[in-house]
């Protein structure tokens, strides 16, 4: 079963910025707040023009197919089955649309709610909005009939921007962070909260297994006499970590939802926004400064930045989907990135002989590479693992003709060999089994 392995995954430029490749954009009429990418459609709320629908099945050219207005200011999305959810703020309308033509999309029904919508998650027969304001937090409704949705819950915070829900706990993010038992949608029941530097806000969560990934920013907290009365209301006030930053990404450890605990963070450089995990790695958007972020989480407990790219918008929210990054990139519209996590580029060496190199291991992870050289050169090798980590280094003068090294993995995994001399490079990936 083992032989030889040419697996070459990635084959991305690393830029300036970092490893992140503009793959396409698109440049809606209104500011991108949210998107919301399935079946090779992003449903883009673009703020004052409503919700838009761009095919992006060919990611470096996206076109615009469908657009529907809505009551209020489009600020968040979710999509399931043939309908749109869409969270509006400045008129403050919760709203469904039926996308089952995305060419043509039909509002079913709009609902005022008492504060500005911003974010909107969809489990099972509910919605679940993210509310701002003095009267916002969490409101769920019940969308069975997404023409006659019908409110059942509401947990106070005073104003919230993000949510999520995972195993019947909702995960809101309203300054704090908190987890919420929606098991009855009726009576949401809060049990724990979690809560950063006093100067700092959460803004946005996700969910990947046990882990909450909560970006956290500077400013736009409440005014002093409000935040007597949200902070009243907290199930418990012990849970916290101060950790002097201007913003960033806190992991927060929910196995236990009614025992929270800090489990890694990392303080980006721009100010964090919007949050997405996808293969181990968090992309948050910088709202302010105005980009996007790398954030290496395969090991939870120990984060680290790896990459960023500068925009020229309002960064606002992230979508991972198909091994593409979606980008509500505000008044720029979309963008559509790919990231590599060394921002290397997969391309031939001229002394390397074409097609000689190969790859094999032995059941031991030992790997041997055999190629053939066109004359005598100076060789610089190196083997990077996939956090970044530089696992084998090597460098010596070699005369022409058939070489080898050998390589002993410590698990299994995939590996980017750099493979260098004074003139040229060869960069491939390969999988250890």
């Known amino acids: 079963m083992f032989g030889t392995i040419l697996s070459f995954l990635m084959s991305l430029v690393s830029t300036p910025e970092g490893a992140f490749t503009l793959t396409g954009q698109y440049d809606t009429p209104g500011w991108s707040r949210d998107v919301f990418v399935r079946d090779n459609y992003a449903y883009v709320a673009d703020y004052d023009m409503g919700l838009r629908i761009i095919d992006v099945s060919n990611p470096s050219n996206p076109q615009e197919i469908g657009f529907c207005s809505t009551p209020g200011y489009a600020f968040g999305v979710f999509v399931k089955d043939n309908y749109a959810y869409i969270s509006c703020d400045v008129y403050d309308y919760f709203c469904i649309v039926d996308i089952s033509n995305p060419s043509n999309p039909v509002i079913t029904s709009y609902t005022q709610i008492f504060g500005s919508g911003y974010n909107v998650f969809v489990s099972g027969n509910y919605a679940y ?71 700092e806000y959460a803004y946005d969560v996700c969910c990947e297994g046990n882990y909450a990934y909560c970006t956290f920013d500077y400013g736009n907290k409440t005014s002093e006499e409000n935040d007597a009365l949200f902070y009243s209301k907290l199930p418990k006030s012990n849970n916290s970590e101060c950790l002097v930053s201007n913003g960033g990404l806190r992991i927060i450890d929910i196995a236990d939802p009614a025992n929270i605990q800090l489990a890694g963070y990392v303080n980006t450089s721009m100010d964090a926004f919007g949050v997405s995990v996808n293969d181990g790695y968090a992309f948050t958007t910088g709202w302010i400064n105005g980009g996007i972020q790398a954030v290496n989480v395969i090991n939870p407990l120990n984060p680290f930045l790896a990459g960023s790219y500068n925009t020229q918008g309002e960064a606002r929210d992230v979508f991972c989907y198909d091994n593409y990054i979606f980008l509500a990139d505000g008044q720029s519209g979309l963008k559509i990135f790919q990231y590599s996590a060394l921002g290397v580029e997969e391309q031939p060496d001229n002394n390397v002989h074409n097609n000689s190199l190969t790859i094999t291991q032995n059941q031991n992870r030992e790997v041997t590479f055999n190629y053939f050289l066109e004359g005598p050169a100076q060789i610089e090798l190196k083997i990077i693992d996939v956090s970044g980590r530089i696992v084998f280094e090597s460098s010596a003068g070699f005369h022409g003709g058939n070489q080898q090294f050998t390589f002993r993995a410590e698990k299994a995994g995939t590996y980017f060999l750099i493979f260098k001399n004074s003139e040229n490079i060869l960069n491939k990936s390969f999988i250890v089994l």
């Open 129 to 199: 909005l993210a509310v701002g304001d003095y009267l916002g937090g969490l409101y769920i409704y019940n969308v069975s009939n997404p023409y006659e949705p019908a409110m059942t819950g509401y947990y106070w915070t005073y104003s919230s921007i993000g949510v999520y829900v995972v195993d019947n706990i909702a995960l809101l993010a309203a300054g704090y962070l908190f987890t919420i038992d929606v098991t009855n949608p009726n009576n949401p029941v809060p049990l724990d909260s979690y809560y950063d530097n006093y100067n």
